[in-house]
């Protein structure tokens, strides 16, 4: 009863009566059907130029050919958007990849007369990813999005300099102090006696300084630091270059007392051992006379 029942139904709603012998249980895809008009639809599109197979940055940019087709639906994201086909055939496409990870983008050409079968190009976002060959968008930006500061905590180069979160410079917790840059022999400020406040020595940053001594001369140089919150030592060289003198401990403050040996300009270096970070520290320095 139900059976005859279900057949009448079918038949008031399309006005036939059902065969059920020719059922293959086949479905028509939406991708590959051709339209009312009945022509034939586009072929499948050609991926000219696609995404690496890992991206340090959210965005591939697809480029390609698609004869026939109007336009080109991108499916695999979030959510598939079109993009025109151009009168030569060609298009473009920036696919924003929303979360870290794997993604397969399918590009279906569309016409009217129906959906080719996709194509497919793979890539993975991968924020650690080192840089390779940087792909200009579709309007020929750089697609990292180089911005002018770095974010100093999401794992992107967002400024485009190379270096990632606390290795940009942006996001250094140490700012100069007064007597930068000094942070090698070169760039060494001469200092003339004196009392030398709000110094600052940054991780892997040392301080180098230079002052003048005439042959006779003694230097008494004092560094005032707390040792708790960190420790930083100094080492002294004649105008040859050859060490002189250092003075290391693990208490609050050094000293070091030299007196020269020749006339000239003398360096010293003030460092940390495995400094993790900046230490505040104020320098006196005092000459006398043989």
């Known amino acids: 009863m139900r059976t005859q029942l279900s057949a009448i139904l079918l038949t008031a709603l399309v006005g036939t009566t059902p065969s059920l012998a020719g059922c293959d249980n086949s479905v028509v895809r939406p991708d590959a059907s051709a339209g009312l008009d009945g022509g034939a639809p586009p072929a499948v599109p050609q991926i000219t130029e696609g995404p690496p197979a890992v991206l340090p940055w959210p965005l591939a940019t697809v480029r390609g050919r698609a004869p026939g087709a109007a336009r080109v639906l991108v499916r695999g994201i979030d959510n598939p958007t079109f993009v025109e086909v151009l009168p030569d055939d060609t298009f473009c496409v920036d696919v924003g990849l929303p979360t ?87 760039e060494a400020p001469r200092i003339p006696p004196g009392v030398y406040e709000g110094l600052r020595h940054c991780p892997d940053e040392d301080d180098w300084y230079q002052v003048f001594l005439r042959d006779g001369e003694t230097l008494e140089l004092t560094l005032r630091f707390v040792d708790a919150e960190g420790n930083v030592n100094v080492r002294f ?16 403050d050094e000293l070091l007392t030299y007196t020269a040996l020749a006339t000239g300009l003398h360096a010293f270096r003030v460092y940390q051992f495995g400094a993790a970070a900046p230490q505040g520290y104020a320098m006196e320095v005092a000459v006398s006379g043989p």
């Open 100 to 186: 870290v990870g794997a993604f397969d983008i399918e590009l279906v050409g569309q016409s009217e007369a129906g959906f080719s079968m996709p194509a497919t190009v793979g890539t993975r976002f991968d924020p650690m990813a080192p840089v390779g060959e940087v792909i200009p968008t579709c309007a020929g930006a750089d697609p990292r999005g180089c911005g002018s500061e770095e974010i100093c905590d999401n794992l992107i180069d967002d400024d485009c300099d190379t270096a990632v979160d606390a290795a940009d410079p942006d996001c250094a917790s140490c700012p100069d102090d007064l007597l930068e840059p000094n942070d090698s022999e070169a």
């Open 237 to 252: 060289f004649d105008p040859a270059g050859e060490q002189v003198a250092l003075a290391i401990s693990g208490t609050d």
